[in-house]
C-alpha cells in the first residue's frame, strides 16, 4: 500500500535543486565557492600532511643505509602528494573560472538580446522611413501642420505614397 497523498508526486526529482543552481548564475557562483571553500581546507591539510610525511620517511633510515638513500625511498610518496596537491590547486582554480564564465555566459545573452533588439528596430526603421523620420525630428509634423497649405510628399521616400486625385 502506498501512503503518498494524492498531490505529492510519487518520485521527486533528485536534480531539480542542481537544476535551479544551473539557472541562476549567482546561486551558481555561491555553490562552486562551498566546493571551492572544502577544497581549500582539503589543500592546507594535504600540505601539512605532506610536510610531515616528508619528514618522517626522510627519517626513517634502515641499518647501512649510505648517504641519500632514506631521501630516494620517501620521493615516490612525496610525489604522490605533490601531484595530488596539483590536481587539487588546477580544480580550485577550474571551479573559479566556471564561475566567472557562466556570470559571463549570462551577460553575453543579455548582450545578445538588446543588439537583436536594436538590430529589429533598424530594420524596421529602415524598411519605413517615416518612422524614422518622426524619431529623428519630432517637429516636423508641427511644422507641416503650421503649413497647412502644402500637401505634398514631406521626403522623396513619400514620392510613393501619394494620393491621385
Known amino acids: ?58 627519517k626513517t633510515r634502515v641499518e647501512g643505509d649510505k648517504w641519500g638513500q632514506a631521501m630516494m625511498r620517501s620521493l615516490p610518496v612525496e610525489r604522490s602528494l605533490t601531484s595530488i596537491l596539483k ?4 580544480i580550485s582554480s577550474g571551479l573559479e573560472k566556471s564561475a566567472h564564465k557562466r556570470h559571463a555566459h549570462d551577460e553575453k545573452v543579455k548582450k545578445v538580446a538588446n543588439e537583436r533588439r536594436e538590430r529589429a528596430k533598424l530594420k524596421a526603421s529602415k524598411s519605413n522611413p517615416s518612422i524614422q523620420a518622426a524619431q529623428e525630428n519630432p517637429r516636423r509634423e508641427d511644422v507641416q501642420g503650421q503649413n497647412a497649405g502644402y500637401d505634398g510628399p514631406a521626403s522623396i521616400y513619400d514620392l510613393g505614397r501619394r494620393e491621385s486625385a
Open 1 to 58: 500500500m502506498s501512503t503518498n497523498k494524492p498531490d505529492e508526486p510519487l518520485f521527486e526529482d533528485p536534480h531539480a535543486a542542481l537544476r535551479e543552481i544551473a539557472q541562476n548564475p549567482a546561486a551558481y557562483a555561491h555553490y562552486l565557492a562551498d566546493f571551492h571553500r572544502v577544497l581549500l581546507d582539503m589543500a592546507v591539510n594535504l600540505e601539512i600532511l605532506q610536510r610531515e610525511t616528508r619528514l618522517h620517511c626522510r
Open 87 to 90: 590536481d587539487l590547486k588546477s
